[in-house]
């Protein structure tokens, strides 16, 4: 599914953040990439979504080379196969629930008959006709959610999904991720700093100057 | 914590990032002043002069005599001259003698003459002095010596010791430069000669134009005054300077302050934009301002650092304002004139002088205007929740606050009553603030029409479609109907004067191209020169030419009826007894020639002399015409766009009957069928006083007034232009503010696969569509300003009316120009939202 084959990534000041990057990720795995801060988790989903090109190395997807697309195709492959779910939610104040989880869907030109579906599955059939700002941090993150999954994305990319939320919210939303990726035959990626959020994950992976590592069962990060 | 350090951090941080939104909001507040200023400048300075060089000529008298007409009787001067308490009176005779040559500008071909005793004028105005050359004083008397003004030799391109030649009523007058006068004012064109040889070198033997006495030490002014006028009976009024100078201020006060209306109008649409700008930059800061007050910043501290920001912008704006407008006045008195082009002032030069009062009220206003505009968001940004703020997506309803639908409802309720409301001091100042009422009202109205256009459109829209980027696009502007409506606010202001004023515009036009149409049927106008008359014997000769189907005869003159106002013109001519209507351009108030009473001279007024004097048709008035004051009807209401101080129409056999007058100084000439026009003018030359014969066509002199009234109106043009640019730099401003506020937002859409030509798209599509529904409410608020207008500010300013004509064609054109320009600056203006910041602004929380 996903293939990091000696992926490079500098900073425009020169500083090295990724060197010799190489991994496999099968479909269907749901994987946690834990690291310190500044050591290039971001720059490392920038680079699966397209949203940023590798110094070197190349990044395959489904067996195509993402380096190789310019933005226009990059583009039309996020909104095909892609998923996001960010920290801060990012959904849009002046569009209701269900016309912010049905946005995928309408930009791949595709029905929206599985909004309803999706919020059924987050819990949020009742709020199809509300706007954001009369939810709640946890409610948007189903929003979120659901966008992210609604069109059968191939890969969904998570970074901090639960930085905003008590713990409790945070493992309901854990929990719901991963029925949702995994019942949506989806793989996923989550970035987290949370040992609990990771240990959701089928695996957790280290990344570190030296690469992506499997963690080791006890390991902390 | 230093307070005064975090706020300069605060301000800099902000200019420094939001550079071009900063230079924007400056640039508009620095046009409005401008424009403003300037306008103030230059009327200042030309109306200053246009006073100064008009009291120069009646010099240091006391009090002056004039008579209801232009000349009187010289015999009136042994009396005054005699009379107890008087000092000094100085006979002067004044008129106006057209310039062979120079005939073809209308506006600008005579010479004013003012004729004076030489040896009372050195005791009452010595600046009129002629200075002769060494051992030639005598040449002060000699009757073929005239003294010219500096300006008046340039203009004439005559020296001293050249022979000049004017026309005086039909036969040529040749005189001798003596020399230049003691003192004139710069662009004064005037001339002095000895006023016996003024009288009898230009037909005027026997009358005066005025008296200036100068009283005795130790005589109560006002007092002789009342006892004089008292003696010399309603024939006569008896002035002082004062008087004269309300009288000139008078005489232009109503342009003057339309035109700073206007200018105005500019510095209001700037006002938008500050407020636009100010409020778009809260709303992008509110989670910042939020944080500030988590930290532990004061609502005081906050409303007082927003407030700083727009008084350093309106300071530094004002200022900047103040130096382009001093610029643009100096440059448009060089190009234009102190009256820009509309003939106001004729004969003045005026210098521009800054005068730091002046320049302080109009520093306060561009300073009032910008915290005005800032004050509203920043009592919003310093009055919301923090815990809320902090929050995205409560930008929208925080500025639901700032136009709350009944603040709307009552600016419209009070403008419908102010348009009501009569005038003040002769001025349509009700008229005035219910435009600018009808402007708040309407753009604190749109958020709610935004909002309820754009969700009928998002509805009817996806029942049939369901695109992302449409969806996307209408839904913004139906939910966020407050941003939506603060980015149209400029372009709403701006876009509805200027159809106000098109519409204003080319209703006047098109009604004095009709009226012109009526006031000039006949194919030649013939005119003696400017001082004579065309006595009996001419009018036989020119009515005896061939080639003429129809000849009418003329009397033209001055009529003095209120002594604070300037003269009135008398028409005395033929009017169709059958059906006045067939001769002249009445309105529908009129008695009809049938229903007139018999033995009553009928006269028809000008709607000037109902607003001014208070006529009313069946009324009966006494006119100072004849031997003795007379009594008139007044049988009808005529519309004239010539003289807004007020014109009388009169039977010519009435006037005739009255004075004895049976000289004319107009004739109207209708061509046979058939007959070549130029054979007949040439006819008209051959007669023997042909040569001073002002003949002109009605087809050039319809031409001519249009162009005049085409240069009149350029100035308005500008201005219209300004408050358009100042209304697309709000758009660049609002959209620029609010692509900053979405960054994020559109960093989300590029994520999820939203393509940077379908940002661009949507864009251009908010742009737009707000834009277009920004014409069309700012047509139907154009509209309703124009009939305000056309049926109020005009009739009460100029005392005339005009038919309503909408300009579709150029409406149409502007609208769609204002729109293209409207997406496109949209489009640049998001420009940004395009980049690659977007996708970092996203990556922020990555």
Same mark, same amino acid.
């Given at each position: 599914m996903?293939?990091?084959m000696n ?6 000041e020169?500083?090295k953040?990724l060197?010799?990057?190489?991994y ?5 795995e749901?994987v ?5 801060s500044?050591?290039?988790k971001s720059?490392?989903?920038?680079? =699966?979504a397209?949203?940023d090109?590798p ?16 933005d226009?195709?990059?583009t ?12 801060? !939610?990012?959904?849009?104040?002046h569009?209701t629930?269900?016309?912010n989880?049905?946005l995928?869907?309408?930009l ?9 579906q999706?919020?059924r599955?987050?819990?949020?059939h009742?709020?199809?006709?509300h706007?954001?700002?009369?939810l709640?941090?946890?409610e948007?993150?189903r929003?979120?959610i659901?966008r992210?999954?609604?069109?059968w994305p191939k890969?969904v990319?998570a970074?901090?999904?639960t ?6 919210t945070?493992?309901e939303?854990?929990?719901l991720m991963?029925?949702?990726?995994k ?6 990626i989550l970035?987290?700093?949370s040992?609990?959020?990771a240990?959701t994950?089928?695996r957790?992976?280290n ?7 499997p963690a080791?069962?006890g390991?902390?990060? | 914590m230093?307070t005064?350090?975090l706020?300069?951090?605060?301000l800099?941080?902000e200019?420094r ?5 900063v230079t924007?909001?400056?640039?508009a ?6 424009m403003?200023f300037s =306008? ?5 300075a030309?109306?200053n002069e246009?006073?100064?060089a008009s009291?120069?000529l009646s010099?240091?008298?006391?009090l002056?005599?004039r ?11 042994p009396?005054?001259?005699?009379h #107890?308490g /008087?000092?000094v009176a100085?006979?002067?005779l004044e ?6 040559g120079?005939?073809?500008n ?5 010479l004013?003459?003012?004729? =004076?005793?030489m040896?009372?004028?050195m005791?009452?105005?010595p600046d ?12 002060r008397l000699?009757?073929d010596?005239i003294?010219?003004s ?5 203009w004439? *391109?005559v ?12 036969q040529a ?7 230049g006068l ?12 000895d006023?016996?040889s003024?009288q009898?070198?230009f037909?005027? +033997?026997?009358?005066?134009?005025r008296?200036?006495?100068?009283l ?6 006002a007092a002789?005054k ?6 010399l ?12 100078e ?6 232009s006060r109503?342009y ?5 209306m206007?200018?105005l109008?500019a510095?209001?649409?700037?006002t ?16 910042q301002?939020?944080l500030?007050?988590? +930290?532990?910043?004061t609502?005081q ?5 927003i407030m ?6 309106g300071v530094?704006g004002s200022?900047?304002?103040?130096a382009?407008?001093y ?15 509309t003939?106001f ?7 521009i002088?800054?005068?730091?009062w ?6 306060a /206003?561009?300073l ?6 800032s004050?509203i ?6 009055r919301?929740k923090?815990?809320l703020?902090l ?7 925080a500025m639901?606050?700032?136009?709350p639908?009944?603040?709307?409802? =009552?600016?419209l309720?009070?403008?419908a009553?102010?348009?009501q409301l009569p005038p003040?001091f002769e ?5 005035y603030?219910a435009i600018v009422? +009808?402007l ?5 109205l749109m958020p709610r029409?935004?909002?309820?256009f754009f969700?009928?459109v998002?509805?009817k829209?996806?029942r049939?479609?369901?695109?992302a980027?449409?969806?996307?696009a ?6 966020a109907?407050?941003?939506a409506?603060i980015a149209?606010g400029?372009i709403l202001?701006?876009f509805?004067?200027?159809?106000a004023?098109a519409?204003m515009?080319?209703?006047?036009r098109?009604?004095?191209d009709?009226?012109?149409g ?15 008359d065309l006595q009996? #014997?001419?009018?036989?000769a020119i009515a ?5 189907d129809r000849?009418?005869?003329?009397r ?6 209120d002594v604070?106002?300037?003269e ?6 033929p009017?169709d007894?059958?059906?006045?209507r067939?001769t002249?351009?009445?309105?529908? #108030? ?8 018999e033995?009553v001279m009928?006269?028809?007024v000008?709607?000037?002399?109902v607003?001014?004097?208070g006529y ?11 031997v003795k ?10 519309r004239d766009y010539?003289?807004?101080f007020?014109a009388i129409q009169?039977q010519l056999a ?8 049976l000289?004319v100084?107009?004739?109207?000439l209708?061509?046979q ?6 054979a007949?003018?040439a006819g008209?030359? *051959?007669?023997? !006083? ?5 003949i002109?066509?009605?087809?050039d002199m319809?031409?001519l007034?249009l162009?005049?009234?085409d ?7 500008l ?5 358009v640019?100042?209304g697309l730099?709000?758009?660049?401003a609002s959209?620029?503010?609010q692509?900053l ?8 859409l590029?994520?999820?696969?939203v393509?940077?030509?379908q940002i661009?798209v949507?864009?251009?599509a908010?742009?737009?569509?707000l ?9 139907l608020?154009?509209w309703s300003?124009?009939?305000? +207008?056309?049926f109020i500010?005009?009739?009460q300013? !100029?005392?005339?009316?005009?038919q ?5 064609n150029?409406?149409g054109m502007?609208?769609?120009?204002m729109?293209i320009?409207?997406a ?8 940004r939202?395009v ?7 996203v990556?922020e929380?990555?």
């Amino acid at each position: 599914m996903l293939e990091l084959m000696n992926v490079n990534k500098a900073y425009a000041e020169g500083r090295k953040v990724l060197t010799g990057l190489s991994y496999k990720l099968e479909a269907g795995e749901y994987v946690a990439i834990m690291g310190e801060s500044g050591v290039g988790k971001s720059t490392l989903l920038n680079l =699966i979504a397209g949203l940023d090109t590798p110094d070197s190395g190349e990044i395959m997807i489904n067996g195509v080379a993402i380096s190789s697309l310019d933005d226009d195709a990059a583009t039309q492959l996020r909104r095909e196969q892609f998923g996001f779910i960010f920290q801060a !939610f990012h959904v849009l104040p002046h569009l209701t629930v269900a016309q912010n989880v049905a946005l995928p869907l309408l930009l791949n030109g595709v029905a929206t008959e599985r909004v309803a579906q999706m919020l059924r599955d987050v819990g949020l059939h009742d709020r199809g006709h509300h706007f954001p700002r009369q939810l709640s941090g946890g409610e948007l993150q189903r929003v979120a959610i659901a966008r992210a999954l609604v069109h059968w994305p191939k890969l969904v990319l998570a970074d901090e999904p639960t930085g905003n939320l008590d713990p409790d919210t945070a493992h309901e939303i854990l929990q719901l991720m991963r029925t949702e990726i995994k019942a949506n035959g989806a793989t996923g990626i989550l970035v987290t700093h949370s040992h609990a959020a990771a240990a959701t994950a089928d695996r957790v992976l280290n990344l570190t100057k030296d690469g992506l590592h499997p963690a080791k069962p006890g390991e902390r990060v | 914590m230093n307070t005064a350090m975090l706020s300069r951090w605060l301000l800099f941080g902000e200019w420094r990032a939001h550079l071009v939104q900063v230079t924007v909001a400056l640039i508009a507040i620095a046009i409005g002043v401008a424009m403003a200023f300037s =306008i103030h400048l230059i009327n200042t300075a030309a109306f200053n002069e246009f006073s100064a060089a008009s009291k120069s000529l009646s010099g240091q008298s006391d009090l002056q005599v004039r008579g209801r007409k232009t000349f009187f009787d010289e015999a009136l001067y042994p009396v005054l001259a005699r009379h #107890d308490g /008087v000092a000094v009176a100085n006979p002067v005779l004044e008129f106006d003698v057209a310039i062979p040559g120079k005939q073809q500008n209308r506006n600008d071909h005579k010479l004013k003459i003012i004729g =004076i005793d030489m040896f009372r004028a050195m005791r009452i105005s010595p600046d009129l002095l002629g200075l002769v050359e060494e051992g030639k004083t005598l040449d002060r008397l000699a009757d073929d010596a005239i003294f010219l003004s500096p300006a008046a030799m340039e203009w004439l *391109q005559v020296e001293q010791g050249d022979s000049l030649q004017l026309n005086a009523g039909l036969q040529a007058v040749t005189l001798r430069v003596a020399g230049g006068l003691v003192r004139a004012r710069a662009g004064q064109r005037i001339a002095v000669m000895d006023i016996g040889s003024a009288q009898w070198r230009f037909q005027q +033997l026997g009358v005066l134009s005025r008296i200036e006495l100068k009283l005795r030490d130790g005589v109560n002014h006002a007092a002789f005054k009342a006892k004089l006028a008292e003696e010399l009976g309603e024939a006569y009024w008896v002035t002082e300077a004062v008087d004269q100078e309300k009288r000139i201020a008078n005489m232009s006060r109503a342009y003057r302050i339309n035109l700073n209306m206007l200018a105005l109008v500019a510095l209001f649409t700037g006002t938008f934009l500050v407020f636009s700008t100010q409020a778009l930059s809260v709303i992008r800061r509110r989670q910042q301002f939020a944080l500030l007050r988590v +930290l532990g910043f004061t609502r005081q501290q906050l409303l007082r650092q927003i407030m700083t920001e727009g008084g350093i912008l309106g300071v530094s704006g004002s200022l900047l304002g103040l130096a382009l407008g001093y610029a643009v006045a100096l440059l448009a008195i060089q190009l234009l004139g102190g009256d820009l082009g509309t003939n106001f002032f004729p004969g003045v030069k005026p210098g521009i002088h800054f005068d730091p009062w002046d320049a302080g009220i109009f520093f306060a /206003v561009g300073l009032s205007v910008t915290m005005l505009g800032s004050i509203i968001p920043a009592l919003e940004a310093a009055r919301a929740k923090p815990a809320l703020a902090l929050r995205s997506g409560s930008e929208d309803t925080a500025m639901a606050k700032l136009s709350p639908p009944w603040f709307a409802l =009552i600016c419209l309720s009070v403008a419908a009553l102010f348009t009501q409301l009569p005038p003040v001091f002769e001025l349509p100042i009700f008229g005035y603030l219910a435009i600018v009422l +009808l402007l708040i009202g309407g753009i604190a109205l749109m958020p709610r029409l935004t909002a309820g256009f754009f969700s009928i459109v998002l509805a009817k829209w996806q029942r049939h479609r369901s695109g992302a980027v449409s969806t996307l696009a209408l839904a913004r502007l139906a939910n966020a109907p407050n941003q939506a409506a603060i980015a149209l606010g400029g372009i709403l202001a701006s876009f509805s004067l200027m159809v106000a004023m098109a519409i204003m515009v080319t209703s006047f036009r098109i009604s004095i191209d009709n009226w012109l149409g009526r006031v000039l049927p006949a194919d030649l106008y013939v005119r003696a020169a400017a001082s004579g008359d065309l006595q009996t #014997d001419a009018q036989k000769a020119i009515a005896g030419l061939p080639g003429f189907d129809r000849v009418d005869f003329f009397r033209t003159q001055q009529l003095t009826l209120d002594v604070n106002r300037p003269e009135i013109t008398l028409f005395a001519r033929p009017v169709d007894k059958a059906d006045a209507r067939n001769t002249l351009p009445l309105t529908d #108030d009129m008695i009809a020639s049938e229903a007139l009473p018999e033995n009553v001279m009928p006269i028809w007024v000008s709607e000037a002399m109902v607003d001014l004097y208070g006529y009313r048709v069946g009324e009966k008035v006494t006119l100072p015409i004849g031997v003795k004051s007379s009594e008139f009807l007044v049988a009808g209401v005529w519309r004239d766009y010539g003289r807004q101080f007020g014109a009388i129409q009169m039977q010519l056999a009435d006037y005739q009957a009255l004075t004895g007058d049976l000289g004319v100084n107009t004739v109207a000439l209708w061509l046979q069928p058939g007959a070549n026009l130029d054979a007949v003018t040439a006819g008209l030359r *051959q007669l023997p !006083f042909g040569a001073a014969l002002e003949i002109s066509r009605s087809s050039d002199m319809r031409a001519l007034s249009l162009e005049i009234f085409d240069r009149s109106f350029a100035v308005t043009y500008l201005l219209e232009l300004v408050a358009v640019v100042i209304g697309l730099l709000g758009v660049a401003a609002s959209f620029s503010a609010q692509t900053l506020a979405r960054v994020k937002e559109f960093g989300m859409l590029r994520h999820i696969g939203v393509m940077r030509r379908q940002i661009l798209v949507m864009l251009a599509a908010e742009g737009g569509l707000l834009t277009a529904l920004g014409m069309v409410l700012g047509f139907l608020l154009g509209w309703s300003i124009s009939l305000i +207008l056309v049926f109020i500010v005009n009739p009460q300013s !100029f005392h005339w009316t005009m038919q309503l004509h909408l300009p579709w064609n150029w409406l149409g054109m502007i609208a769609l120009i204002m729109l293209i320009a409207a997406a496109l600056t949209a489009l640049l203006a998001g420009r940004r939202a395009v980049s690659g910041e977007v996708i970092r602004a996203v990556r922020e929380d990555w």
